[in-house]
């Protein structure tokens, strides 16, 4: 049967489908939808080390309710407050800061009840009319967050108001498909979820192998205690640069008219561990910084603020390349050191750690190539370098394959919105 369509102010929709306001779909109650108190309702001293919760901004983290770091405040300041409370199947919403991010109130950790502050609202849905993960989904919608995010208050401090929400229009299938539409798509977020959980699990097991590994290696029972720690006894503990060969420089600017790659210090992810941005760059237009050669396997560790973990490894594809002088450039010596153990290596907590304690300055924190150089590290053979390397890269691509598998559901969910959500695509009730 071929659906036909009309025009609406939400966009074009199913002919049998409804726009309704938001205040059309909320819950027979006087609060149904508030935010939190403003001004002096709540002070620094006003908080406690139990009581009623009190939800911020920074709980609802990518449309998901997070219960972590949550305040308290005293019963007697609560009720005070009553206008503002919020139980579990709410739906909140931020209103100032990350407009237009919403979450369901899944669990209070036990607690009756809670209270949010000024830069969240409340939604409480009457689910006769509208089914609530329907509406949370729509909610989510790229479009319908941009629409909401088009109706805050233009000022310094832009804010999406309570008058500007009812108004707001939604699209409201038959009851019965969106039963079905929020089935389909909490399907998705749900196979979502335990892609995270896999993700989370995998990176525990690396860290808990790092720890092991770096400290026992593999089979060995007979150890020995060392100037950094408790290490195998077959193991050696060397200066890092005993294990590398030197980095040339190269100032690109000598050649001006060729084109060549330039990685700077903000170019390295500190949770994926690799260069995620390059920029192509003619060799006049070669900032001061670009002098630092690249090569395959060479290892780059940002010496500025050296706690944010900006290491990589270099890829094929940039060899031959030139990073910033923000990087340490560690270049393996093949017969000594294998590049994939040092890299592994220079993530440690240890190393980190021992690298934090050496930086000096306070807006511009960084440590020196020679702090890093003079690392001392533990040192297997080269073949059991070999073997760890193998097993914790071996670990990287589980989480790498999760990570990806966790892309196409996301792009998944993202068209599946885009054709349930306006009806493009009906579904069978």
Not at 55 to 68: C, D
Not at 75 to 92: F, P, Y
Not at 284 to 292: E, H, L, N, Q, T
Not at 401 to 415: F, R, Y
Request: glycine residues 6%.
């Amino acid at each position: 049967m071929q659906v036909e369509f009309k025009k609406t102010k939400a966009g074009i929709i199913p002919r049998d489908w409804d726009v309704v306001l938001l205040s059309e779909v909320l819950a027979d109650k006087k609060y149904a939808i508030v935010d939190g108190p403003f001004g002096s309702h709540l002070k620094t001293s006003d908080y406690v080390s139990s009581g009623v919760p009190v939800l911020q901004g920074k709980n609802l983290t990518g449309n998901k309710f997070v219960w972590e770091d949550i305040r308290f405040i005293t019963h007697e300041k609560a009720n005070k407050l009553i206008r503002s409370k919020v139980v579990e199947g709410d739906i909140l919403m931020v209103k100032i800061g990350s407009i237009g991010y919403s979450a369901i109130i899944s669990s209070l950790n036990g607690h009756e009840f809670a209270i949010i502050p000024a830069n969240l609202l409340k939604i409480s849905v009457n689910e006769a009319k509208c089914n609530k993960t329907y509406l949370l989904q729509y909610l989510w919608n790229e479009s319908t967050v941009k629409r909401i995010q088009s109706r805050a208050s233009q000022t310094a401090q832009p804010a999406l108001s309570i008058k500007e929400m009812k108004k707001f229009p939604i699209i409201l299938p038959p009851f019965s498909e969106q039963m079905e539409i929020a089935g389909i798509l909490s399907s998705v977020d749900d196979a979502s979820k335990k892609t995270d959980a896999i993700i989370e699990e995998t990176k525990q097991l690396k860290k808990g192998l790092m720890q092991k590994l770096f400290a026992e290696g593999i089979g060995h029972t007979r150890f020995k205690e060392t100037k950094i720690g408790r290490i195998p006894e077959a193991w050696k503990v060397i200066r890092l640069d005993e294990l590398l060969v030197k980095a040339r420089q190269r100032n690109p600017g000598k050649k001006p008219l060729e084109p060549f790659k330039y990685i700077d210090v903000s170019a390295v992810s500190n949770k994926l561990f690799r260069i995620t941005e390059k920029a192509v760059l003619l060799g006049r237009d070669a900032p001061s910084r670009a002098r630092k050669e690249i090569r395959i396997d060479d290892i780059i560790y940002a010496t500025v603020r050296p706690y944010l973990k900006r290491i990589a490894m270099v890829p094929k594809e940039l060899d031959g390349e030139i990073c910033s002088t923000g990087y340490c450039v560690l270049r393996c010596n093949r017969d000594k050191s294998f590049p994939q153990y040092i890299f592994f290596l220079m993530l440690t907590h240890r190393v980190t750690e021992t690298l934090k304690n050496l930086q000096v300055g306070t807006s511009y924190p960084a440590i020196s190539d020679s702090d890093v150089c003079k690392l001392l590290v533990p040192t297997p053979p080269y073949s059991e370098q070999k073997q760890i390397a193998q097993i914790l890269s071996e670990v990287d691509a589980k989480i790498e394959k999760e990570v990806a598998t966790k892309a196409e559901l996301e792009q998944l969910k993202k068209g599946l919105m885009q054709v349930l959500l306006t009806g493009k695509v009906r579904v069978k009730v």
